[in-house]
């Protein structure tokens, strides 16, 4: 086998190796996989032209007496992508899309898993996201019976005393219209 391998000239093998492997980066599993993935990205830019955004992190937060929050979601504004998948604690880096200028009215999905004794226990809930000047993280946050609310911040945490909402609250301030 050695022997074999000598005799292919070296640019060859490589040539060979490079158009194996971008073969497979073509692949479609489905017939249509790639044209639909072509008008998402041309939806995207459509809306980025009526509604410019920003790509921003997500990171969720507990509040006392929330059960531990497994895995969270949060639905895009103005789509039905929803972007999160991390558990509370752990910033989920950049791949949200937030209007640059907050939009009265940005009712968002948040949809989260708080298992209970090792079994899924997915929860859906709608929520607008608070008033900001300036588009930063967007932290979902948990609070008992199943409240959630959603704020952007660009510059303060949760542990701030600048953020919309004090890590301290036990209940969620009143959900804006």
Not at 82 to 105: I, S, T
Request: proline content about 7%; aromatic content about 10%; some cysteine.
């Amino acid at each position: 086998m050695k022997n074999k391998l000598n005799t292919i000239p070296r640019a060859v093998f490589v040539a060979l190796m490079v158009l194996t492997i971008s073969a497979c980066s073509s692949y479609e599993r489905f017939p249509g996989q790639n044209k639909i993935a072509e008008n998402k990205a041309r939806a995207a830019e459509e809306l980025e032209k009526e509604i410019p955004m920003l790509g921003v992190g997500t990171m969720c937060v507990e509040h006392s007496n929330v059960d531990y929050i497994h895995t969270y979601y949060v639905q895009e504004p103005f789509s039905s992508n929803m972007e999160g998948g991390g558990n509370c604690g752990k910033l989920v880096a950049g791949g949200y899309r937030l209007p640059r200028k907050w939009q009265q009215g940005m009712k968002v999905k948040v949809r989260w898993n708080r298992p209970i004794k090792g079994k899924d226990n997915w929860i859906e809930k709608y929520t607008t996201i608070m008033p900001y000047d300036t588009p930063g993280i967007l932290y979902v946050h948990f609070f008992e019976n199943d409240q959630v609310r959603v704020v952007s911040s660009a510059y303060d945490g949760p542990s701030s005393p600048d953020h919309p909402i004090s890590i301290n609250s036990i209940t969620p301030p009143l959900e804006v219209k």
